[in-house]
């Protein structure tokens, strides 16, 4: 079984400030690690992932996500966060390996980011 | 290729009526995934598709609903006997050969008075 827990509902900093998002996650083998951004009333857009290799990986929008295997954890990162980076964020996890496995996307309750000027 | 489209982006039915939504993936994108979402909540998955074949349908999906991908290209997914538990916006997402994210559409947010 896959799942993905966000423990923060809602994330307040000011603009200027770093952003951190928090994300662990459990899955069966090698996991692909995944982060979305929603704004109102919209699809979910891909921001960036982790699949193998360095576990500093770097996204859009100035975002970034450090892959901790130990602490099967994977937070998203902003140094310097804007007011327009306000949204809901989502992390969600797959299986990885070979294609035929990789199965389906499970996605965390989500952590509404709310950037103040 | 303008990415994953979703017909309607809207519906307003009656409870007990039937309700079909479209999603039109990305053009080469093999895979096909339909979730819902409720206000504030994280997507929950229904059901995917590697090309035609549907290979996993949620256990907590009711058998009001169902899925096609006749030609492994567009899909559908219905609603029967609509309950106003079924509010919720409807996500379609496709993902292609060796790509490992998944792109979403826009959804489908379907109420049910």
């Known amino acids: 079984a896959q799942s993905v827990a966000q423990p923060e509902d809602q994330v307040n900093v000011a603009e200027g400030n770093p952003l951190t998002v928090k994300c662990t996650y459990s899955?069966?083998?090698?996991?692909?690690l995944f982060w979305y951004v929603q704004y109102p009333n919209r699809g979910l857009q891909f921001l960036l992932k982790?699949?193998?290799?360095?576990?500093l990986v770097k996204g859009s929008y100035g975002f970034e996500a450090e892959f901790n295997k130990s602490q099967t954890s994977f937070h998203l990162k902003k140094p310097s966060a804007l007011v327009s980076d306000s949204a809901l964020y989502f992390c969600?996890?797959?299986?990885?390996?070979?294609?035929?496995?990789?199965?389906?996307?499970?996605f965390g309750a989500g952590t509404q980011v709310v950037v103040t000027p | 290729d303008t990415g994953v489209s979703q017909d309607p982006r809207h519906k307003i039915t009656k409870r007990g009526q039937n309700v079909t939504f479209r999603c039109d993936p990305i053009?080469?994108?093999?895979?096909l995934y339909w979730y819902r979402q409720t206000l504030g909540q994280g997507p929950e998955f229904l059901t995917y598709?590697?090309?035609?074949?549907?290979?996993?349908k949620s256990r907590l999906l009711s058998d009001r609903f169902s899925a096609e991908r006749p030609k492994g290209s567009f899909s559908t997914l219905e609603i029967q006997r609509t309950e106003q538990g079924d509010s919720a916006m409807y996500l379609c997402?496709?993902?292609?050969?060796?790509?490992?994210?998944?792109?979403f559409g826009q959804g489908t947010r379907l109420t049910v008075v």
């Open positions: 899955v069966s083998g090698n996991p692909y």
């Open positions: 598709f590697q090309n035609e074949a549907q290979l996993e």
């Open positions: 982790y699949i193998t290799g360095d576990n």
């Open positions: 997402a496709s993902s292609g050969k060796g790509v490992t994210e998944a792109f």
């Open positions: 053009s080469e994108h093999n895979r």
């Open positions: 969600a996890v797959r299986r990885g390996g070979t294609t035929d496995s990789w199965g389906k996307f499970q």
